[in-house]
C-alpha cells in the first residue's frame, strides 16, 4: 500500500489521557511520529463523528487514517462515562466503517486478547468478548489483516 499517492495521513489517537503514566505514553507517541507526516487527532471516543458529513466531518475524504488503538476504543466506549457503554461494539464498528468509507486507507490497530486462557473478572471478560468481536468484523470488512508476531507480518488476509 502507498499511502503517498493518496490525500492527508491522518493518526487518530484514542488512549484516554488521565494520569501521569498515560500522559507519558501519549507524548513519546506523540514524539515518534512527530515528522511522519500525520495531522494528529485526539479522539478518545465517537470516532463516527470524524466521518458523518461533508459538513461537519473533520477528515477529509480520500485521506489515509491510521487508528490506534481498538483496544484502548473500546475500553473507553464501554468504561467511561461518556462511552456508549453496551452499546460499544455497534458504536465503534459505525465508527469504523463511516471512517473506511471516507479514507483512502483505513488502517486500525488492535490487540490480541483472550487466549492466555487465565481467569478474568466479568468486566474483563466483557471487554474481550467486545474487542474480539469487533477484531472479526474488521477482519471482514479489510482487504488486508496483519499480525504482528515478534516484529515479522503473518498475513492472515490479503498482501
Known sequence: ?????????????TMWPEGPDAQRRIHRHQAMRADKGFISCERY??????????????????SAVLLECLGNLVANEMFQ??????EALQVILEGITALAARAAHLIVVSNEVGSDGAPYSAQTQ????????????????????????????VYLKGK
Open 1 to 13: 500500500m502507498n499511502l503517498a499517492s493518496t490525500g492527508e495521513k491522518w493518526y487518530v489517537a
Open 45 to 62: 471516543l465517537d470516532v463516527k463523528g470524524l466521518a458523518v458529513s461533508e459538513s461537519s466531518a473533520v477528515i477529509p475524504k480520500g
Open 81 to 86: 462515562s461518556e462511552g456508549a457503554g453496551e
Open 126 to 153: 466483557a471487554f474481550q468478548q467486545v474487542l474480539g468481536a469487533l477484531n472479526r468484523e474488521v477482519c471482514a470488512l479489510s482487504t488486508c489483516a496483519v499480525e504482528m508476531v515478534c516484529g515479522i507480518p
